[in-house]
């Protein structure tokens, strides 16, 4: 007859890790991309990281007031530098994760040049431009920094539709409540109601950067979680979203 302790060391070794749960706190025009990234970490390793979704700005501030999230992923810098500076997050498992371009899209196939000389107004009819919240959220922040940098801004800005996050932007423009938007080129690619006409010159506004940091609190996982973005299945699976992968 086994011993007792023979079965109890036995059944013990048979029992898998207990799974950790990983709160992600990520910009809502990751939505796509990340949810796959997600199932194949929770696949990979029997973790089960959960996204919560929104603007960045509205995420920081959720993180400021204690909200409790193990990952913050930002769509600028200027929100992840809000919350490190606080040390709501871990300076040193901050990482430069992933990029974007803006786009200027609309319901209908057509093509514009982006540039000073673009008579953006006359494009809009008696419509409005959608963008996020231009100063709030990144999407709406790069937006407003390129027009501005082309000298465009002045002629739109009284007919700007702000909307609360990226997604909400696109789908403005998507569901016929708006004739132009400007959002990124992954919200684009996300929507076939919607179409891009140009892409925004990189020189006209800061590079957009997706960061990404553990929080200060966070477990084991967490770092996991982190470490699978970098990997190469994360990163094909942003590039074939459209994301700027560092391999671009």
């Known amino acids: 007859m086994r011993s007792l302790f023979a079965i109890l060391a036995t059944t013990l070794l048979a029992t898998p890790a207990v799974a950790d749960r990983v709160t992600v706190f990520a ?24 996204l919560s979704l ?19 992923i930002s769509a600028n810098v200027a929100w992840m530098d809000a919350v490190q500076a606080e040390s709501l997050v871990n300076a040193d498992s901050r990482i430069d994760l992933i990029g974007n371009r803006l786009v200027l899209i609309g319901p209908h196939p057509a093509t514009v040049e982006i540039s000073p000389a673009l008579d953006l107004a006359k494009l809009l009819g ?18 407003k920094a390129a027009l501005e940098h082309l000298g465009l801004w002045d002629s739109v800005a009284p007919r700007v539709a702000q909307a609360d996050n990226a997604r909400a932007a696109l789908a403005l423009v998507s569901l016929g409540q708006a004739p132009l938007g400007v959002v990124y080129a992954t919200d684009a ?9 140009g892409q925004f ?9 997706y960061p990404a940091a553990a929080a200060t609190s966070a477990g084991a996982a967490a770092h996991d979680f982190l470490a699978y973005l970098q990997g190469d299945a994360a990163q094909a699976i942003f590039a074939r979203h459209g994301f700027l992968t560092g391999a671009q």
């Open 27 to 50: 910009a809502s025009s990751l939505k796509n991309a990340l949810q796959e990234v997600a199932d194949g970490f929770n696949a990979a390793t029997g973790h089960d990281a959960v």
């Open 201 to 209: 010159p990189a020189d006209s506004h800061p590079r957009v950067t």
């Open 126 to 143: 008696d419509g409005h431009l959608s963008m996020a919240l231009v100063q709030a959220v990144p999407a709406g922040i790069y937006g």
């Open 54 to 72: 929104a603007g960045s700005s509205a995420l920081a501030r959720q993180i400021q007031m204690g909200a409790p999230a193990d990952v913050f």
């Open 189 to 197: 690619q996300a929507d076939a109601r919607v179409h891009v006409l």
